[in-house]
């Protein structure tokens, strides 16, 4: 009984593992736009942490979190996005995005009453870096 046991667990793993490879695999574009709007929500959400694991090594580098956090404090501003499609030639990629944020006019002859949504195209770089795609802040 425990050889069959054993011989079918084998079996199994056989299987699995043969399944995966002949699963697609993605594309750079794919992976670069996957990682595109998990930054994106992550931002959304106002959790700098995690947005803050996209930016590239050499920003880390220089900028803690509390920098991250100043650079993009306008995401609590944002309301939705859109990742458009990313274009990728080796190690650079650059991605289109669609993003509205609202936006709250004040100052004289301004009586809004509730913010404003704004729509902005944007295009974000990423590289390719220790074998990962990461975003690179544009100036």
Known sequence: M?????TGLLLTAVLFFSACSVLP??????IVEHRS???LEALKKLDF???YTYMSPGYRSV???DRFKLDYAGSVNLLDFNVQTAECVEDT???LV???YKITIVGPGFSVKKPLAIERASKETWIRTEGK????KGD
């Not at 425990?2 to 054993?6: A, F, G, I, S, W």
């Not at 695999?25 to 794919?30: I, L, Q, S, V």
Request: glycine share 4%.
């Open 25 to 30: 695999t993605k594309t750079d574009a794919e």
């Open 93 to 95: 990629c650059n991605v």
């Open 98 to 100: 669609d993003s509205t």
């Open 133 to 136: 795609w990461w975003f690179v």
């Open 2 to 6: 425990r050889v069959v046991v054993q």
């Open 37 to 39: 709007a998990l930054r």
């Open 49 to 51: 942490e995690k947005a």
């Open 63 to 65: 900028k803690g979190l």
